[in-house]
């Protein structure tokens, strides 16, 4: 662990410092991983399995980073896999970019991240998809009882306020 903590110091000595960081976390509703399941099991009783397919899609999302270019032109990536308290397993990649293809405007990010619900009449799975796995919520005021609700606020700074565009924070981190 200590040797690949010092690798990956020395590869940001070399590319500087990433331009993206991705999170890939595992779901159990993967229809790859619902399908091996027998009857009465539930993913939480496979983590063989969880875990065998968590890192094969990491594997094709990697290889679509660096190999496909879907965000840029890369130069190298560091990932790290934790599990969460539930089981699951998830990654943490930081991307480094070839100098011409690392991100310095706001258009450059929007290429990058799309930060929209998608149109459930023409995108329906896309729309559900995102619904499902990708919001936070409910909470609030309406859902006192939700798991990040602390002295009547959520934890994680929800609802967050809404942006017609694209901004840059004072330390040039993006807000959608």
């Given amino acids: 662990m200590v040797q690949n903590f010092q690798d990956a110091m020395a590869i940001c000595r070399w590319a500087r410092c990433p ?3 991705v999170i890939f976390t595992c779901n159990p509703q ?3 991983i619902k399908r091996m399941l027998l009857p009465e099991q539930q993913p939480q009783d496979r983590p063989d399995l969880v875990t065998q397919v968590f890192k094969i899609k990491l ?3 990697i290889n679509d980073i660096h190999k496909k ?3 840029g032109r890369t130069i190298v990536g560091i990932y790290v896999i934790e599990f969460q308290k539930r089981g699951l397993p998830h990654a943490h990649i930081l991307i480094f970019f070839v100098k011409d293809y690392k991100p310095h405007t706001i ?4 290429r990058m ?3 929209k619900l998608s149109n459930p009449e023409t995108n329906k799975l896309a729309h559900e998809t995102i619904s499902k796995c990708m919001t936070h919520g409910p909470c609030g005021v309406a859902f006192p009882n939700a798991p990040c609700m602390e002295d009547g606020k959520c934890n994680k700074q929800y609802p ?4 017609s565009k ?3 924070d004072i330390n040039e981190y993006p807000i959608y």
């Fill in 19 to 21: 331009y993206a960081f």
């Fill in 30 to 32: 993967w229809p790859e």
């Fill in 59 to 61: 594997k094709e999302l």
């Fill in 69 to 71: 270019h879907i965000l």
């Fill in 107 to 110: 258009e450059d990010v929007d």
């Fill in 113 to 115: 991240i799309n930060a």
């Fill in 160 to 163: 967050l306020k809404f942006q």
């Fill in 166 to 168: 694209t901004m840059t």
